[in-house]
């Protein structure tokens, strides 16, 4: 997910920070996503879209307007 990487370091977030401001156990799922290790649920699609003020089709890369 590109996206969570651009919108992430825009905000001046280190990986472990985003997990913690979206409760996420693990401190690297942001990370594993960002590689593409690993696919997040819908519920954190919605909260990591919500946390960012985007859309989910711009996170999946489907549309290119926030």
């Not at 693990?26 to 960012?52: M, W």
Request: charged share 30%.
């Amino acid at each position: 997910m590109n996206k969570l990487r651009e919108l992430r370091i825009e905000r001046g977030l280190k990986i472990s920070e985003l997990s913690n401001e979206l409760n996420l156990a693990g401190s690297d799922a942001v990370g594993k996503y960002e590689r593409g290790e690993r696919e997040p649920n819908i519920h954190i699609l919605i909260a990591i879209a919500d946390y960012f003020n985007v859309s989910i089709d711009y996170l999946v890369g489907r549309i290119d307007v926030r």
